[in-house]
């Protein structure tokens, strides 16, 4: 009756993330059907711009050959003065006067339309790319939902055959990764790209003001700093989802980045001691060990008010091990610390067990934290391709 009840559940979680993802595919094919409109729209008006720019550069051209002729008629009247009266040198003096201003107006007249012209053919520039990305974006959907519908609406008979408690978990491990780094790919094209784009939209905006709005220029800049600081949150978070450096660098060089980070964010010292460095034979033993230094380093910062942290890494060809030490305030330890205090400390402790590992903590109030653990340092069962 329970495992009834599980795959009931299943299926509808099943049915909740491709209901998900169809509403997901609605809301990129209005987002592509907006700025397809916008696209075209834009197209009309820059047409309008592009026929005035024609227009006035002509007009130009004849008051300029106006304001010529009214400038070589006064210095003819004013060359030749004892031959004209004082009211036809008045005339003179006056109509060059104002042909040189028919002519500055109408070179700023069309001064502002190339500008506008040149704004709108970036703007168009702009909502272009993001008509082709919706669009990509579009045919990728089709294909996860072709995916989902096609594969895991049958996934409540898989579960049936998953009857080891440690292949499921690593599964699930391998399946949390895969996730990660597919929302660090849709982050960075979408959202990262989007705010930059925003950030470039705030600066024309204070290029095309025709009147100096204080206020208006001030909430303006204060947008395009709120909008940088996002920017800069996403890329952090793409980073903390899927250190790319793991797989490029390894895992010391990875961990030392994100010592870096702490110690130049928070002003903590960070001291890491390489007791050894071996091969670590599993991908999965490897983003696992870089996961639990990671949030134990996270948990240190956040709650500890520490000064200093101890890192001892031990990488040997039968084991992982490490301790991760803060100078901390510390906690009293007691048996529902982990249920009712820290789903990080869960997080690692199961993590660590799906692997054959240990993990354990030791702390006293005002005497630090100290996070202890042991991995196997082997392939994982299960972890080959299917």
């Known amino acids: 009756m329970e495992n009834t009840n599980t795959l009931g559940n299943m299926n509808k979680v099943i049915d909740n993330i491709i209901q998900s993802v169809r509403s997901g595919q609605d809301e990129i094919f209005s987002i592509y059907e907006n700025a397809k409109n916008e696209c075209e729209r834009i197209k009309l008006e820059l047409q309008l711009f592009k026929d005035k720019v024609v227009d006035i550069i002509r007009e130009v051209e004849i008051l300029e050959n106006e304001e010529k002729k009214c400038r070589n008629k006064l210095f003819i009247v004013s060359k030749n003065f004892e031959r004209y009266s004082e009211e036809d040198i008045k005339n003179a003096y006056q109509e060059a006067t104002d042909a040189q201003v028919k002519l500055i107006l109408k070179r700023e007249e069309e001064k502002n339309l190339v500008k506008a012209r040149n704004e709108l053919e970036i703007r168009l520039k702009k909502n272009t790319e993001l008509v082709e990305k919706a669009e990509n974006y579009m045919y990728k959907m089709k294909s996860v939902m072709d995916f989902l519908v096609g594969d895991l609406q049958n996934v409540s008979k898989q579960l049936n055959l998953l009857e080891d408690k440690n292949q499921m978990g690593i599964n699930i491990i391998k399946a949390q990764e895969e996730e990660r780094r597919k929302i660090v790919r849709d982050i960075h094209d979408g959202p990262a790209q989007s705010l930059a784009s925003l950030v470039l939209k705030s600066e024309m905006l204070e290029k095309i003001m025709d009147k100096d709005i204080s206020l208006l220029k001030d909430e303006i800049k204060e947008m395009k700093n709120v909008i940088r600081d996002t920017l800069k949150d996403v890329r952090r978070i793409m ?25 130049y964010d928070r002003g903590i010292n960070i001291d890491l001691i390489e007791l050894s460095n071996e091969k670590i034979y599993s991908p999965l033993v490897n983003v696992t060990v870089f996961r639990i230094i990671q949030e134990s380093l996270n948990n240190a910062w956040k709650h500890s008010k520490c000064k200093n942290i101890k890192i001892k890494l031990d990488i040997n060809k039968t084991n992982i091990s490490a301790i991760v030490e803060d100078d901390g305030i510390g906690f009293k330890l007691s048996n529902d610390i982990i249920s009712k205090n820290s789903f990080g400390i869960k997080f690692m402790k199961e993590r660590v067990e799906l692997l054959d590992g240990k993990l354990g903590i030791q702390s006293k109030e005002g005497q630090g934290t100290k996070i202890i653990f042991t991995i196997p340092n082997r392939e994982v069962r299960y972890e080959g391709k299917d």
Do not use: V
């Open 239 to 263: 980073y903390d989802l899927s250190p790319t450096s793991l797989d490029d660098l390894g895992l010391i060089p990875t961990i030392r980045r994100i010592i870096s980070d702490i110690t």
